[in-house]
């Protein structure tokens, strides 16, 4: 995990951080997340608010999301584009190929929120607070 302000002489262990110690250490709300250093996939994540928590909703939460994740391989911001190009287009060299690859249903508008919102459920009840068995007295 790079360090976004610069406060560290080197990236962060991700590991060892987490999104709180993160954001009480270095004030920062913009976090830029490198996935796959060879396609080098650049992400921002910006912390727009932290509030209170409302009894009976399920965090962390998902408030907006824009385009389908592109497929794992397809080669970084320029191969995603070629790739959206040749299913495009029915008269591309490479769109038969492509829609193979992909499985043949690739849509690019699809953000795939609903098993976002599912896996970010799951991930609610593995860190929910669970409550212990008191223990035996002798």
Same mark, same amino acid.
């Given at each position: *995990? @790079?360090?976004?302000?610069?406060?560290?002489?080197? @990236? *962060?262990?991700?590991?060892? *951080?987490?999104?709180?110690? $993160?954001?009480?250490?270095?004030?920062? +709300?913009?976090?830029?997340? /490198?996935?796959?250093?060879?396609?080098?996939?650049?992400?921002? !994540? &910006? !912390?727009? +608010? /932290?509030?209170?928590?409302?009894? %009976?909703?399920?965090?962390? &939460? $998902?408030?907006?999301?824009?385009?389908?994740?592109?497929? =794992?391989? /397809? %080669?970084?911001?320029?191969?995603?584009?070629?790739? $959206?190009?040749? $299913?495009?287009?029915?008269?591309? =060299?490479?769109? =038969?190929? *492509? /829609?193979?690859?992909?499985? %043949?249903?690739?849509?690019?508008?699809?953000? %795939?929120?609903?098993?976002? !919102?599912?896996?970010?459920? &799951?991930?609610?009840?593995?860190?929910?607070?669970? +409550? &212990?068995?008191?223990?035996?007295? !002798?």
């Amino acid at each position: *995990m @790079p360090d976004p302000d610069g406060f560290y002489d080197s @990236p *962060m262990d991700a590991k060892k *951080m987490t999104l709180e110690k $993160l954001l009480d250490q270095t004030a920062t +709300r913009t976090i830029q997340y /490198v996935y796959d250093f060879g396609d080098d996939w650049d992400h921002s !994540i &910006r !912390i727009e +608010r /932290v509030g209170e928590a409302t009894q %009976g909703v399920t965090y962390p &939460r $998902l408030l907006k999301a824009a385009g389908a994740c592109p497929p =794992e391989g /397809v %080669g970084g911001a320029w191969g995603y584009e070629e790739f $959206l190009e040749a $299913l495009a287009d029915p008269d591309h =060299e490479q769109h =038969e190929d *492509m /829609v193979h690859w992909s499985g %043949g249903n690739f849509d690019a508008e699809d953000t %795939g929120a609903d098993t976002i !919102i599912e896996r970010f459920e &799951r991930l609610a009840k593995k860190w929910a607070p669970r +409550r &212990r068995k008191p223990k035996a007295t !002798i």
